[in-house]
T-cell receptor
């Protein structure tokens, strides 16, 4: 069975500080995807990133960066120079293996980390 | 480019009534997923559909819940005889394949269901 653990329930940092959100996953599959989604106070889910299990390269997108390490089954997310607009709940998710002709499979979500950026 | 469209955004029902939640996938997407988010919790998978087919319904409650994705029209998540415990946010996601390969799931804004 798949499992995603986001041990940090809530984090508060002062604006402009860096913050890292942890994500640890469990799966027996060798082929899978990892995701991060943002859920702002308005409630919608915003896609941030998808990472293939074969690609362990770190990724940077503006102030966001992701560190994927298969050896520790972790996919951590860092926000640099945080801003008030970053305040949201962040979810890490894991997909089952994708099967030809069926596209992506269902996602298993962590319980989320509520990030509050203090002005 | 319209994203995943869900309606209604908010739905209030009394216990025992039926709730119908609609989801129109992104243009070009033929895979639809429904998830439920209970208050202060993460999202839980319910069902995965393609046009006219249910692929995986392992997350659906055995009774009162059903889903469909007809050849024409939106996907429908139907909850019969609602109870207080059905109060939650229900999210629909869609994905598909393009010339660039399979696409990640993109979510609608959700339907907040409240049971009185």
């Amino acid at each position: 069975a798949q499992k995603v653990t986001q041990a940090q329930t809530e984090i508060s940092v002062v604006e402009k500080e860096d913050v890292t959100l942890d994500c640890v996953y469990e799966t027996r599959d060798t082929t899978y995807y990892l995701f991060w989604y943002k859920q702002p106070p308005s409630g919608e889910l915003v896609f941030l990133i998808r990472r293939n299990s074969f690609d362990e390269q770190n990724e940077i997108s503006g102030r966001y960066s992701w560190n994927f390490q298969k050896s520790t089954s972790s996919f951590n997310f860092t926000i640099t120079a945080s801003q008030v607009v970053d305040s949201a709940v962040y979810f890490c998710a894991l997909s089952e293996p994708f099967i030809s002709n069926f596209g992506n499979e269902k996602l298993t979500f962590g319980t989320g980390t509520r990030l509050t950026i203090i002005p | 480019n319209a994203g995943v469209m869900q309606n209604p955004r908010h739905l209030v029902r009394r216990r025992g009534q039926e709730a119908r939640l609609r989801c129109s996938p992104m243009k070009g997407h033929s895979h639809v997923y429904w998830y439920r988010q209970l208050p202060e919790e993460g999202l839980k998978f319910m069902v995965y559909l393609q046009k006219e087919n249910i692929i995986d319904e392992s997350g659906m409650p055995k009774e009162r819940f059903s889903a469909e994705f007809p050849k024409e029209g939106p996907s429908i998540l139907r909850i019969q005889q609602v109870v207080r415990g059905d109060s939650a946010a229900y999210f629909c996601a869609s994905s598909g394949r393009t010339s660039g390969g399979d696409q990640p799931q993109h979510f609608g804004d959700g339907t907040r269901l409240s049971i009185l």
